[in-house]
C-alpha cells in the first residue's frame, strides 16, 4: 500500500527526465535562465537562475501527484513560482494542461516561439513513467495523507546544473562540484506537528551513458512514520576516522572550530540536498551548515530519509542553546510547518539557524560537544 511513495517515485523520475532533457539540447537550454529579482532572490548568490526546467519540474510533480491525491492538491508547494517572463516581455503562469498540444502550445509562448523546444519538453511532461521496482512492493505502510503537505525542491544546487560540468571527479566518493550535485527533492511532512514523513532524492546525472551526454538517474527513498522506518538505503556505519562534509563559502571560523573532531577530513562540496545525500550514503558522518541559506525545500526530503535511517537534522543555533543549557536529548529536529516571524519571500522558509545533519547520535553529540566548546568564535 505504498501508493503516495509510488506516485512520488514516478514524478520524481519525470522530473529527472525533464531535467535531462533541458541539459541535453544546450540551444533550448540557454533560452531558459531567467535572473531572479527581489524578495524570491537567494541572498547567498550574486545571480540565483530560475529555470523554466525549474518550474515545470514543480508543476509536474504537483500535477501528477495531486491527481491522484485531491486531498494534497493546495498543500504541494515548492521554491518556484509559475510565473514566467519570456523574452518578448509577457509573463505566463507555467502549468500543465489537459493535453499534451494544450502544453506545447503554452510552452510555445514562454519560448518565445520556439516550437520544436515546447513540444520536446510537452512530450515529457505528458510521458507515462512506468516504475519497475521489485522493492516497492513489499512497503506496506499507509499514510493518511489528509494531514499532510509537500515541500519541493524542483532543482537543487541550480548553479551546478547550469554549469553543467559532467567531468569532476570525486574525491573519496564526495563530488566537490558538477552535475552530480544537482537533485531533485521531495519531502511529505505532517501539517500539523511539521515533521518530515517521506523523502526522495533524485540523482537526474548519476551516470553518464553512451552517446555522450546522456544520463541515468537514481533514486532514493525513505520513510519515518509512526514506528515505521523504511528505506531504500541502508543505515550506515559509523566512520572510524570522522568526515564531515562542508559548503564551499562556510566560513573559516566554523571550519576552524570543527578541526579538532575532523582535524583534515572537510570535504566540500557543492547543492545542500547534495551533502545530505552523502550524510545518508555514509560519505561523510555530519553535514555542519552555520548560515540560514538553506530553506525548507532544501532539507524536508533529505531529513525524511535520515530519520528512516535512524538520524536526522537538527537546526544548529537551537542545538547549540540546548545543548549549553545541558538539554541534550532530544536535540531540536528542523520542522517543516512554521514560516520565520517576520520575514518576507523565501527566506519565510530559511532553516535560518544554520542546521547539522547526521544518521549517528553520538556523532551529533560529538559535533555539539566540539562546537560549544567554540561556540564564540563562529
Ligand atoms: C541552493 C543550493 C546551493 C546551496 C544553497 C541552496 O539551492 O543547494 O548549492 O549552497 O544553500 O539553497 P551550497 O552549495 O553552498 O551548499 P538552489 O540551487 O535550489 O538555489
Ligand atoms: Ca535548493
Ligand atoms: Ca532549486
Redesign the pocket.
Known amino acids: 500500500m505504498a501508493a503516495l511513495l509510488k506516485s512520488l517515485l514516478a514524478a520524481s523520475e519525470k522530473a529527472a527526465c525533464i531535467a535531462q532533457l533541458c541539459r541535453q539540447e544546450e540551444a533550448l537550454f540557454s533560452l531558459l535562465i531567467e535572473e531572479k529579482r527581489g524578495a524570491d532572490k537567494?541572498k547567498?548568490?550574486l545571480q540565483?537562475f530560475k529555470t523554466l526546467a525549474?518550474v515545470l519540474i514543480q508543476e509536474v510533480i504537483k500535477h501528477d501527484v495531486g491527481q491522484k491525491f485531491p486531498e494534497l492538491q493546495d498543500h504541494i508547494r515548492g521554491?518556484e513560482s509559475n510565473k514566467f517572463e519570456n523574452g518578448l516581455g509577457e509573463t505566463v503562469v507555467v502549468q500543465v494542461c489537459p493535453t499534451q498540444q494544450e502544453t506545447a502550445a503554452l510552452l510555445e509562448k514562454v519560448l518565445d516561439r520556439k516550437q520544436a523546444a515546447a513540444e520536446l519538453l510537452a512530450a515529457a511532461i505528458h510521458q507515462e513513467v512506468v516504475l519497475s521496482d521489485p522493492a516497492l512492493d513489499d512497503v506496506a505502510v499507509t499514510i493518511s495523507t489528509e494531514s499532510m503537505a509537500v515541500w519541493i525542491?524542483p532543482?537543487?544546487?541550480?548553479?551546478?546544473?547550469i554549469r553543467g560540468r559532467g567531468d569532476v571527479l570525486p574525491v573519496d566518493g564526495i563530488y566537490p562540484s558538477g552535475l552530480r550535485?544537482?537533485l531533485v527533492l521531495i519531502g511529505v511532512y505532517n501539517r500539523h506537528s511539521g515533521e518530515p514523513v517521506l523523502g526522495i532524492i533524485n540523482e537526474p546525472f548519476f551516470k553518464e551513458k553512451l552517446p555522450a551526454r546522456r544520463w541515468q538517474s537514481k533514486y532514493h527513498w525513505g520513510i519515518s512514520y509512526g514506528g515505521t522506518r523504511l528505506s531504500s538505503l541502508s543505515r550506515p556505519q559509523l566512520r572510524t576516522s570522522p568526515r564531515v562534509v562542508l559548503?564551499?563559502?562556510?566560513k573559516v571560523a566554523l571550519q576552524e572550530a570543527l578541526t579538532p573532531l575532523y582535524g583534515q577530513q572537510l570535504c566540500f562540496?557543492?547543492?545542500?540536498?547534495?551533502?545530505m545525500l552523502c550524510v545518508a550514503l555514509g560519505l561523510a558522518d555530519a553535514y555542519v551548515?552555520s548560515?540560514g541559506?538553506?530553506?525548507k525545500?532544501?532539507s524536508c526530503g533529505p531529513h525524511a530519509i535520515l530519520l528512516a535511517l535512524g538520524g536526522g537534522m537538527v537546526d544548529l543555533s537551537e542545538a547549540l542553546k540546548s545543548w549549553q543549557a545541558g538539554q541534550r536529548k532530544p536535540l531540536p529536529e528542523l520542522t517543516y510547518n512554521k514560516p520565520v516571524e517576520g520575514a518576507l519571500g523565501a527566506e519565510r522558509w530559511a532553516n535560518q539557524g544554520g542546521l547539522v545533519a547526521y544518521i549517528h547520535r553520538e556523532h551529533l553529540e560529538a559535533v555539539m560537544a566540539t562546537l560549544a566548546a567554540a561556540a564564540n568564535t563562529f
Open positions: 537567494n547567498k548568490f540565483d525549474d521554491e525542491d532543482i537543487d544546487s541550480t548553479n551546478q546544473y550535485s544537482a559548503s564551499s563559502n562556510e562540496a557543492s547543492g545542500a540536498g547534495y551533502k551548515l548560515e541559506s538553506t530553506f525545500w532544501d
